[in-house]
């Protein structure tokens, strides 16, 4: 009877884990087949295979937070939402396009601890429409090996890489 039980919780664990990986992988939306934008001839801008790649900006922050970037001339704005599943390393990030173009953004975020070691980190990648705005779920991927004490990060550093 006990090696029946066994059989049967470590069968529920693994469709678990199935199912939680079939999910996390299914969740990602397709690739986009809107035709990529004309590259730029703004200066210092670097054309990638996809075209043309307008900067990478960084800010650090703690959750919740809102930041623009670049500084100077902001193109773009993140919005992090706090979240009880923080604890868990399920962030809620709205992203705003503040121009008219469309872009590909690529966001990364990295979790540090309270001694300023990266403990964590995820990466994004979605297209954005002129003054549009997308609503994200990021899932941060630990370095830890002991989550009994673990937090996902105590602050965390955002850069953004947009792409024409």
Not at 22 to 36: I, K, M, Q
């Amino acid at each position: 009877m006990k090696s029946k039980t066994r059989a049967a919780v470590g069968l529920i664990a693994v469709g678990f884990m199935l199912g939680y990986f079939a999910g996390r992988h299914s969740a990602r939306l397709p690739e986009s087949t809107t035709p990529r934008l004309p590259q730029s001839t703004m200066p210092g801008a670097q054309t990638s295979q996809r075209g043309t790649e307008l900067g990478t900006w960084g800010a650090n922050l703690r959750i919740p937070a809102f930041v623009q970037l670049p500084d100077e001339s902001p193109l773009i704005e993140c919005d992090f939402e706090e979240s009880p599943n923080i604890y868990s390393g399920l962030m809620h990030v709205t992203v705003t396009n503040l121009t008219s173009r469309a872009y590909l953004v690529r966001l990364y975020v990295y979790g540090y601890d309270s001694e300023n070691r990266r403990v964590s980190d995820a990466k994004e990648e979605f297209e954005i429409g002129g003054h549009e705005s997308v609503v994200r779920q990021i899932l941060l991927r630990s370095q830890v090996l002991d989550l009994r004490t673990f937090r996902f990060g105590h602050t965390f550093r955002v850069e953004v890489t947009l792409e024409e």
